[in-house]
């Protein structure tokens, strides 16, 4: 059974940092692209980066780049989304999610895999 474990989300001022882990179980790790949603109170969920499971593309939304960054390490199947310069509009539950690509494009119908959320607040 596939299981994607999110942790690392909390309360961070406007301007700090939290750092979210993804652990991945029942599946071949480095087969498939990891990424990271958010869905904010009242809002849609969006997507916010992708990692390919190799060497490959990765993906951050406008709203994140130049702050979060996305990484893998597929020896220990645990992806990460480090978050910098958090703002409260960054506040939403945050998933973690496994699919087959990761491009420009990236959305919710590319996901085959969902954690469960870790909920990430931004105080002003």
């Known amino acids: 059974e596939v299981q994607l474990v999110e942790s690392g989300g909390g309360l961070a001022q406007d301007g700090g940092s939290l750092r979210l882990s993804c652990a991945g179980v029942g599946f071949t790790f480095e087969d498939l692209s990891l990424g990271w949603f958010r869905q904010a109170p009242g809002k849609a969920r969006e997507a916010v980066s992708c990692?390919?499971?190799?060497?490959?593309?990765?993906y951050y939304s406008d709203s994140v780049k130049g702050r979060f960054h996305i990484s893998r390490h597929n020896a220990e199947n645990t992806a990460y989304l480090q978050m910098d310069s958090l703002k409260p509009e960054d506040t939403a539950l945050y998933y973690c999610?496994?699919?087959?690509?990761?491009?420009?494009?990236?959305?919710?119908?590319?996901?085959?895999?969902w954690g469960l959320g870790t909920m990430v607040t931004v105080s002003a």
């Open positions: 999610a496994a699919s087959e690509s990761c491009g420009p494009n990236y959305d919710a119908t590319a996901v085959n895999y």
């Open positions: 990692i390919s499971g190799g060497v490959g593309p990765s």
